[in-house]
């Protein structure tokens, strides 16, 4: 959603998306055109943060290993060393992007007796990090002292490859990374080698650079990634909220008033 697209629409006075993420909007372009792009306004975003922690534990569980072995008739087959699991409480997490979603996340990590830190370029203050039971920590701390690290940032300029070669060398052996916001955010190459590599212990994806991906993506063939087809935000529950999100946002731009939920680059 371009430049032609907002010069076709010289009348347009709002783009509502039924999502979170609007990295398919040229921000440049609204702004020229002067048009608001809101999202939806935090609709899925419990969804996201319950698929989050859904991937923690399917990586730390070894999920999917274990239904599979038990589909091929192996039960408790092998080297238990080989197959450790491990519990979240006593983890420390560390949450890239304390937004809606990351704020969600935080408070049920902390039903799992989970310590929390945060990174984000907007600190909050001392009485709601407090509140939240949070700690702020600089990007490369958060990496260096983390066990589970979770991204929850948009998709834009700063944030493409944010995690790539340099970040994954600063994160421990054990560590494992979940991304539930965009592919892009993940440098794969670099992912690629650090799993394989053993710089970090496993990573919970739903989200790929390319998606749907190619039949032979490299992450399939690791044993140490669990995947989900970018089904974290679209739940049931969610789907009236996004759209009444949507069109009460509408209504309202349409009777004169201000757009909520307008993303933060054209607030």
Known sequence: MGGEFFRAAPKLRLVQLLSAGYDRVDMEAARKAGVPVANNGGANAIAVAEHTLMLMLAVLKKLVRFHNDIVAGKWRVGNPADARVHELAGKTLGIVGLGNIGKKVTRRAAAFDMRVQYYDIVRLTEAEEDALG?????????????????????????????????????????AILINTCRGAVVDEAALYRSLTEGQIAAAGLDVLVEEPPAPNHPLFALPNVTL?????GPTWENWTARFRNGFDNIQRVAAG???????????
């Open 134 to 174: 949070v700690r702020f920590v600089l990007f490369g701390e958060l990496l260096r002292t983390s066990d589970v690290v979770s991204l929850h940032v948009p998709l834009n300029d700063s944030t493409r490859n944010m995690m790539s070669t340099r970040e994954f060398a600063l994160m421990t052996p054990s």
């Open 228 to 232: 989900t087809p970018h089904s974290a």
């Open 257 to 267: 008033g201000r757009p909520r939920w307008v993303i933060p680059e054209l607030a």
